[in-house]
T-cell receptor
Framework: QQQVKQSPQSLIVQKGGISIINCAYE??????FPWYQQFPGKGPALLIA?????SEKKEGRFTISFNKSAKQFSLHIMDSQPGDSATYFC?????????????FGKGTKLSVIP | IAGITQAPTSQILAAGRRMTLRCTQD?????MYWYRQDLGLGLRLIHY???????GKGEVPDGYSVSRANTDDFPLTLASAVPSQTSVYFC??????????FGSGTRLTVV
């Protein structure tokens, strides 16, 4: 079964701290790993994505770390701010896995407290 | 502004009534999707369409139907609504190998 397991379910971080959300996948045919950010009352929006030819991708305060051998990837939010408070979803897909459909994790609710 | 438009934004519906949620995109994406989002369950795929004229069932298709007469529109129909269909519904679209673009959602309450 194509699954993406995400943890933790919820996370509370102090302002200025590092937020870390982890995901693990099973299907080795996955070759595209995006993260989505969702604010209350809004649809998810693409935040950052990585392909398995690199081990890390950084965009501003957001970094994806990718470990192909362990079949794990994680989102790191540096210098976390109250405005980062949102629900984050990891996902995975791959043409080799049969379709371009994304398989989503169940989400992590991040709260950044002042 | 390029993106996905969903309508209505919210609706209260009597059980047993028929309801169509509308979704229109202007990005000429081939693939479109309908998800429902419930607390603790994440995003669950209801139906999808890889291209105009074709549709497929997702993880939770029972009680829902879709059609894809053209590239831009992908309506979701609840033939006879039940309270368990109370949820937030998101439409999304994508180009091959790229991320999804989501709409702003429809909050549906079935009473």
């Amino acid at each position: 079964q194509q699954q993406v397991k995400q943890s933790p379910q919820s996370l509370i971080v102090q302002k200025g701290g590092i937020s870390i959300i982890n995901c693990a996948y099973e299907n080795t045919a996955f070759d595209y790993f995006p993260w989505y950010q969702q604010f209350p009352g809004k649809g998810p929006a693409l935040l950052i994505a990585i392909r398995p030819d690199v081990s890390e991708k950084k965009e501003g305060r957001f970094t994806i770390s990718f470990n192909k051998s362990a079949k794990q990837f994680s989102l790191h939010i540096m210098d976390s701010q109250p405005g980062d408070s949102a629900t984050y979803f990891c996902a995975a897909s791959g043409a080799g896995a049969g379709s371009y459909q994304l398989t989503f994790g169940k989400g992590t609710k991040l709260s950044v407290i002042p | 502004i390029a993106g996905i438009t969903q309508a209505p934004t919210s609706q209260i519906l009597a059980a047993g009534r028929r309801m169509t949620l509308r979704c229109t995109q202007d990005m000429r994406h081939n693939a479109m999707y309908w998800y429902r989002q419930d607390l603790g369950l994440g995003l669950r795929l209801i139906h999808y369409s890889n291209t105009a004229g074709t549709t497929g069932k997702g993880e939770v298709p029972d009680g829902y139907s879709v059609s894809r007469a053209n590239t831009d529109d992908f309506p979701l129909t609840l033939a006879s609504a039940v309270p368990s269909q109370t949820s937030v519904y998101f439409c999304a679209s994508s180009a091959p190998g790229r991320g999804y673009t989501f709409g702003s959602g429809t909050r549906l309450t079935v009473v």
